[in-house]
């Protein structure tokens, strides 16, 4: 069973810039209502793309460095990344299909 994984400002580098496939990462925090919205359907997406795009979740209140890199302002904020570049953003609470559709075209 495919689940997302936690990261951290000490090893996102090597979960997510270094990998091989491509990574979306979901940035959160617990206090988060939208992230707690989000959440379940990352889940269900890592289950689709098992095996085709890795899932890595970071808490950025205990990660501050990596979500200041990135410029994330609000959350939940969703990063693609491909070959260590950032290919695609998603802002905010999406339904599962508009998660996919942004996830398929990042991946094309």
Not at 5 to 32: I, K, Q
Request: charged share 25%; net charge negative.
């Amino acid at each position: 069973m495919a689940a997302p994984t936690n990261t951290s400002d000490a090893t996102f580098s090597g979960d997510v810039l270094d990998h091989d496939t491509p990574v979306l990462v979901d940035f959160w925090a617990p206090w988060c209502g939208p992230c707690r919205m989000v959440a379940p359907i990352v889940e269900e997406l890592a289950e689709d793309y098992d095996g085709r795009v890795k899932f890595v979740k970071l808490n950025t209140d205990e990660n501050p460095m990596v979500a200041g890199q990135y410029g994330i302002r609000s959350i939940p904020t969703l990063l693609v990344f491909k070959d260590g570049e950032k290919v695609g953003e998603i802002i905010g609470f999406r339904p599962k299909g508009d998660l996919s559709k942004r996830l398929d075209e990042a991946l094309a």
